[in-house]
């Protein structure tokens, strides 16, 4: 370690991105940086600052099943099994993609007892699944013909 010299720093100060960094990673041969926040991961260009590529995440760890599940704006849902991993690619065999919505997800929140989660996609439909992700209801938020003659369904899972 006594041979190593620094060749140069880089001060992201002025970044305007949501959230408290957390994290970050290089990117050497993009030339970008990831800064990972509450809000998600921003890549950001190491020479001009600016911001390429923004990725909300939503992310609910789920201590009865020990695991955390991540949902994506560009509509991924994985969950990720927790406990300490042996080696990296054990950890990645922990990791799990388990489905993805095409339209995308705008928010994701499990109900209490963590049976049920609903996601809101981007064309403001309410999608409800069981812990299993097994689809229980598919509902446009903004319906059209919504009147007294015409049913409706309320959600309420918090």
């Given at each position: 370690m006594r041979n190593l010299k620094l060749?140069?720093?880089?001060?992201?100060?002025?970044?305007?991105a949501p959230g408290k960094p957390q994290c970050f990673s290089l990117r050497g041969e993009q030339g970008t940086v990831l800064i990972g926040s509450e809000h998600g991961l921003v890549e950001v260009d190491a020479v001009t600052r600016e911001v390429k590529n923004e990725i909300p995440?939503?992310?609910?760890?789920?201590?009865?099943?020990?695991?955390v599940c991540v949902a994506t704006a560009s509509?991924?849902?994985?969950?990720?099994?927790?406990?300490?991993p042996m080696n990296f690619l054990k950890c990645l065999s922990r990791l799990e993609c388990v489905?993805?919505?095409a339209i995308g997800i705008s928010v994701m929140n499990w109900n209490p007892d963590q049976e049920l989660v609903l996601f809101?996609?981007?064309?403001?439909?309410?999608?409800?699944?069981?812990?299993?992700f097994e689809p229980i209801m598919e509902q446009r938020i903004?319906?059209?013909?919504?009147?007294?003659?015409?049913?409706s369904f309320v959600c309420n899972i918090l």
């Open positions: 060749l140069r720093t880089l001060e992201f100060r002025d970044i305007q995440l939503v992310a609910e760890d789920l201590l009865d099943h020990e695991s509509g991924d849902v994985i969950l990720f099994t927790t406990g300490t489905g993805n919505v809101a996609t981007g064309q403001q439909t309410l999608i409800m699944m069981t812990k299993d903004h319906q059209d013909d919504f009147s007294e003659g015409n049913y």
